[in-house]
């Protein structure tokens, strides 16, 4: 499995009890391969593919 360099950002706001975050990953959609294993019974390598550019936002609220 070849190396390869994915980039990600966070940023995140709070006010007072409240926090939002917001989450980008994989910013530039590179395809790479998140883990590899190999079938030793017909000595194949199995690849299997991260995910690609996504989002989250997310907001909590401190109770306590």
């Known amino acids: 499995v070849p190396l390869f360099v994915v980039i990600n950002a966070n940023i995140r706001y709070q006010y007072k009890i409240v926090t939002v975050s917001f989450h980008a990953n994989n910013i530039f959609n ?3 391969n998140s883990y590899a294993s ?3 019974f017909d000595n194949q390598e199995d690849l299997y593919p991260a995910p690609g550019r996504n989002f989250m936002l997310t907001a909590s609220i401190k109770l306590w």
């Open 30 to 32: 590179k395809l790479y």
């Open 38 to 40: 190999l079938n030793t």
